[in-house]
């Protein structure tokens, strides 16, 4: 998650002991199949996701690419099916905290954000790729192929 932040110009994320153990009790009560909702909250973000397990190393990149090519840089508003993962990258966040739980061939995973992101300004808050990222993965890929 940090080094997609760090592409966007956000500062990284620290663990938060709080937010941890909110997140592992929200994907504990997904894995026993019990609704329970942080969205009334309003200091605290989640996205909460069930998948494969064997695809579990692969889950924040597929959240962020998701976001990546969905997301309209020029919108005044967002309400869109992906934006919610803008919370990955959202700058004014600097805590999170992770929940997994296994169940059968699923796994369960809660993110919590707090201070909670998608919220306003996203202008100032998600920021495009840096210009010396673009540049520098550019020349990564091209000494690759090479």
């Given at each position: 998650?940090?080094?997609?932040?760090?592409?966007h110009d956000a500062s990284p994320l620290t663990e938060h002991p709080l937010l941890e153990t909110l997140a592992r009790e929200l994907a504990k009560k997904s894995c026993l199949n019990r609704l329970y909702s942080f969205k009334k909250n309003p200091r605290i973000g989640y996205v909460l996701k069930v998948i494969r397990v064997e695809l579990a190393d692969f889950l924040i990149t597929k959240m962020y690419d998701k976001f990546l090519t969905?997301?309209?840089w020029?919108?005044?508003y967002h309400v869109g099916k992906?934006?919610?993962y803008a919370q990955l990258i959202w700058k004014s966040t600097k805590k999170v905290g992770v929940g997994v739980c296994v169940k059968h061939k699923d796994i369960h995973v809660a993110l919590l954000f707090s201070p909670l992101g998608c919220t306003r300004d996203f202008k100032t808050n998600v920021r495009p790729i840096g210009p010396r990222h673009i540049h520098m993965f550019?020349?990564?890929?091209?000494?690759?192929a090479e």
């Amino acid at each position: 998650m940090n080094e997609y932040r760090r592409l966007h110009d956000a500062s990284p994320l620290t663990e938060h002991p709080l937010l941890e153990t909110l997140a592992r009790e929200l994907a504990k009560k997904s894995c026993l199949n019990r609704l329970y909702s942080f969205k009334k909250n309003p200091r605290i973000g989640y996205v909460l996701k069930v998948i494969r397990v064997e695809l579990a190393d692969f889950l924040i990149t597929k959240m962020y690419d998701k976001f990546l090519t969905n997301y309209n840089w020029e919108a005044k508003y967002h309400v869109g099916k992906y934006d919610k993962y803008a919370q990955l990258i959202w700058k004014s966040t600097k805590k999170v905290g992770v929940g997994v739980c296994v169940k059968h061939k699923d796994i369960h995973v809660a993110l919590l954000f707090s201070p909670l992101g998608c919220t306003r300004d996203f202008k100032t808050n998600v920021r495009p790729i840096g210009p010396r990222h673009i540049h520098m993965f550019a020349v990564f890929g091209r000494n690759r192929a090479e």
